[in-house]
């Protein structure tokens, strides 16, 4: 039976891979209420309130240290808002610079914070100035926090502050939530690939491979190198081991210790037509009683688990949509919405098909079909063609349809497009599109890049005063998808001002 082979499998890598510990040093530096403590406590787990204020008005806190998790990521973790006071702003980065310069030496990694809300302030400048200074040797991420609902908000204000963020010369900012835990995703990723670089027992050349493509401009095949992080996730007895099993069975099984920072997970994955598949948290997930499951879909636990994957296969259980009403549970949908919004790629498998028999099974089959459309459709309206395959995991049938939408997907996730082939595509669509293009306050797009791929992100550079409107940046995006074949993976489209 392919899950106890698997279960041997985990269990004896995992005795092989005991490390000792030595986690790299991240610290978190920016201006008061950019929401340090609040990241802190959040990557920490520290729930309790502080209570920082003297009578004079300065705080007590001094550099507070913890071990952070973020996924399965471990790391140690200093805050520095204990030294700072709200009075004088100007001494604070004295202060701060002095103590800081000899904890500096013993970090890894500078999280610069700003707040999403308040926009940039000269006090931000500043600190980024003083980070050049004292900080030059370290890497540093710039994370725009507060940033909770940047990926919907149609105002699109808050994605103009991520324009304003980039200039302070940090590079792409990745946008989070401490208070909801949006964007986590996106700063594992990145811590993952940096600290990853810190590693002393890395071994694994596609750790090495991954930790690579972040900074090159890689193309698709480069970014193909790596192996696809695969997660299958549902409600309890929808189909998931049985899937997993007719997954395995004509199938290389592979398992290793997992590269970079992960000290207790293992990795289990198999071969599929010569690619890689790695899943996600299988270890984790088999060892888990039958009776929780993964019930708690939309809880935190879960979705921390889920942090790793690239893409998530959710599983539906054809019959009960057949009887049911809604053809998605509440906790299906949340994890839909979330896998999207962190920037995951989504397949839906609707399992159990060959229970639909009968007289009218024809009609049951189409009505299924569309209801998840449908409901997909309504979840997700962003990403338009979320891949949806029919499968029966029991009879050993769709298998080889899921995996060719998961590597589909996967492959438009990892797209890279040149920028001169990107603006000689602007030109074109813009003049097609009909008087009224370049709308908004007086802004005019002057071209586009790609900033980043995994999932494909572009960036709509404007002259002018003001921004173009958002309905143009819906209008690129849906061409972008539509024109180099992005479609049913989530795709992001900022603007920034340029002089
Ligand atoms: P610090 O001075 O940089 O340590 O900032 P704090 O962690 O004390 O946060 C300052 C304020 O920002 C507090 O009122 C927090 O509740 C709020 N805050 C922190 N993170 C977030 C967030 O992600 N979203 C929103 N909306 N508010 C946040
Ligand atoms: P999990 O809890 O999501 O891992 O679900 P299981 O793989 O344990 O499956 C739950 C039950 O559904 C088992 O009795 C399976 O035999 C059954 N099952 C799984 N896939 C199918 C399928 O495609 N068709 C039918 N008829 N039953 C299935």
Not at 195 to 207: C, F, N, P, S, Y
């Amino acid at each position: 039976e392919g899950s106890d082979y698997l279960k041997r499998q985990v269990s004896s890598a995992t005795n092989k891979n005991i490390v000792a510990e030595a986690l790299p040093t991240v610290i978190l530096v920016g201006r008061p209420n950019v929401g340090k403590s609040a990241l802190f406590n959040r990557l920490t787990r520290r729930r309790e309130a502080l209570v920082y204020n003297t009578p004079d008005g300065h705080m007590t806190r001094d550099i507070r240290e913890g071990t952070a998790k973020l996924g399965d990521l471990r790391f140690r973790i200093l805050d520095t808002a204990g030294l700072e006071t709200t009075a004088e702003p100007n001494s604070i980065l004295s202060r701060t610079a002095g103590l800081t310069a000899a904890v500096f030496q013993k970090c890894h990694t500078v999280l610069f914070l700003v707040d999403a809300r308040a926009g940039m302030q000269p006090l931000d400048a500043d600190v980024g100035k003083w980070l050049r200074r004292y900080a030059k040797s370290l890497h540093t991420v710039l994370v725009l926090n507060k940033a909770e609902g940047i990926h919907s908000d149609p105002s699109g204000k808050l994605l103009a502050v991520m324009g304003e963020a980039h200039s302070l010369g940090f590079g792409e900012p990745v946008a989070v939530s401490a208070e909801t835990g949006e964007g986590m995703t996106d700063l594992f990723d990145c811590l993952q690939r940096l600290l990853g670089k810190a590693e002393i027992h890395v071994t694994d050349q596609e750790a090495e491979l991954q930790f690579q493509d972040a900074d090159s401009e890689s193309s698709v095949m480069d970014s193909m190198t790596i192996p696809l992080q695969l997660a299958i996730a549902g409600r309890p007895n929808v189909g998931k081991s049985t899937l997993l099993n007719a997954l395995l069975r004509e199938e290389r099984v592979l398992t290793g210790p997992e590269p970079g920072l992960t000290r207790d997970a293992v990795r289990v994955g198999f071969d599929y037509k010569g690619k890689q598949v790695y899943l996600v948290d299988t270890a984790g997930w088999m060892q888990r009683s039958k009776v929780e499951g993964l019930v708690a879909l939309g809880a935190m636990h879960a979705r921390r688990n889920l942090m790793r994957a690239h893409i998530v296969a959710l599983v539906l259980d054809a019959e009960e949509i057949s009887k049911a009403k809604s053809s998605m549970r509440h906790s299906e949908a949340a994890l839909a919405r979330w896998v999207t919004q962190e920037g995951r790629g989504l397949v839906v498998v609707v399992n159990k098909m060959d229970l639909l028999s009968g007289k009218d099974s024809a009609a049951v089959r189409e009505q299924v079909i569309r209801a998840v459309s449908e409901e997909i459709q309504k979840i997700l309206p962003q990403v338009d063609g979320v891949p949806l395959v029919f499968v029966s995991a029991l009879k050993g049938r769709g298998r080889s349809a899921i995996m060719n939408r998961v590597f589909e997907s996967y492959e438009k996730w990892c797209t890279r497009l040149p920028t001169a082939q990107l603006n000689r595509w602007l030109a074109k669509v813009m003049s097609r599109r009909p008087s009224g293009v370049e709308r908004g306050h007086g802004a005019r797009i002057r071209y586009i890049t790609q900033v980043k791929a995994r999932p494909p992100t572009f960036v709509v550079f404007v002259t002018g005063s003001g921004r173009i409107d958002e309905s143009e940046l819906r209008f690129i995006a849906s061409s972008l998808k539509e024109d180099f074949n992005l479609s049913g993976i989530p795709l992001r489209v900022l603007q920034r001002s340029s002089e």
